[in-house]
């Protein structure tokens, strides 16, 4: 008889946790486009509290556990920042707090390297006589193949918070909002879940597939626009109808969109309508949108292209659930190609 360990148990309550925080985040983010820091600590308390108790029920040892923790601290600079040299000479409880934090991750990372490294290195066919080739006890084999694999996942979990915040910095991300959320996707699931629904795990960490399941879900925004368009009877440029729309001066205002139509200075002296393909990277607000739209009526027009702002999060909460019973999109791209 199929039996569901404990563990897994406990990893469906954090993926429930993990929903509930990712479907308040989206609806925020939707209607307001902000997700306030409080939102995220709350609800990432939860899931690495859970997170704890599954590495316990897997019987992880303190080093990892450590370094699981050590690894949320990184995570956490994005919402609460780094401790101040200052505030901690001043006797701040908190900063001391999180300096402690970091260095039990330190410890934790020193720990794991040093009794679990070689087998993980092993399971990844770079290690040919590992500790665990030393262990005679068939328990004490299998658990130390359970940390070796608990390490790997780890690390895999580390790359995916180092990923987020370079894509965060270099802007590939746009909001802080979708950095902090796919945080919280991978330290809520940091490896694939042992309940197999119809899904094709992988090597892949699952933050990734969820990525790239969002991802997907952005590819049908150009096929629903252009239907739009079309409906509308807006079949050209054909340059425009994929990535914008048409929208009556009236309705721009307050709207969370980015119009790419403007009044510029031609080179004859005369003032004219441009289109631009992309939106400007400069912040716009409320009063030079107000304006835009003012230049506009002035040369007549009564309609702008404009392109709408998509939120991250809406995307990201439907593929989660796709993730967890689908699997990895790639390895089923794989497998249907034959590779």
Excluded at 25 to 33: L, V
Excluded at 321 to 335: K, M, T
Aim: with cysteine; hydrophobic share 55%; proline share 5%.
């Amino acid at each position: 008889m199929w039996t569901v360990a404990p563990s897994d148990l406990v990893g469906l309550l954090r993926l429930t946790i993990l929903l509930l925080c990712m479907g308040g985040a989206a609806a925020m983010d939707h209607w307001t486009r902000r997700v306030p820091n409080d939102w995220w600590i709350r609800w990432g308390v939860a899931i690495v509290f859970l997170l704890c108790i599954e590495m316990m029920l897997l019987e992880a040892d303190i080093s990892l556990i450590l370094l699981a923790l050590g690894i949320v601290a990184w995570a956490s600079i994005s919402v609460i920042g780094t401790p101040s040299l200052n505030d901690m000479k001043n006797g701040s409880y908190l900063d001391w707090a999180v300096f402690s934090w970091y260095v039990l991750g330190l410890l934790g990372l020193g720990s794991s390297v040093i009794l679990h490294a070689e087998n993980a290195l092993w399971i990844m066919g770079l290690h040919s006589n590992p500790p665990l080739f030393q262990i005679i006890d068939g328990p004490s084999l299998d658990l130390a193949t359970r940390h070796a694999r608990i390490l790997l996942n780890l690390t895999g979990l580390a790359i995916c918070i180092g990923f987020i915040e370079l894509a965060w910095r270099m802007r590939l991300l746009h909001g802080g909002a979708d950095a902090k959320a796919l945080m919280i996707v991978a330290i809520a699931l940091p490896w694939w879940s042992e309940i197999g629904v119809i899904g094709m795990s992988s090597v892949i960490p699952p933050m990734i597939s969820v990525l790239v399941w969002s991802a997907a879900g952005f590819l049908v925004l150009p096929i629903r626009t252009i239907i739009t368009n079309v409906s509308k009877g807006v079949t050209s440029p054909i340059k425009m109808i994929w990535h914008s729309e048409k929208w009556p001066l009236d309705n721009i205002l307050g709207k969370h969109v980015w119009i790419l139509s403007e009044v510029i200075d031609g080179t004859d002296g005369e003032r004219k309508i441009s289109v631009r393909m992309r939106p400007k990277r400069s912040r716009e607000n409320s009063e030079t949108i107000a304006t835009k739209i003012e230049e506009l009526y002035q040369l007549g027009e009564t309609e702008a292209w404009i392109t709408k702002k998509h939120p991250f999060l809406v995307y990201i909460l439907p593929s989660i659930p796709l993730a967890v019973i689908f699997g990895d999109p790639i390895v089923w791209i794989l497998s249907l190609t034959g590779l």
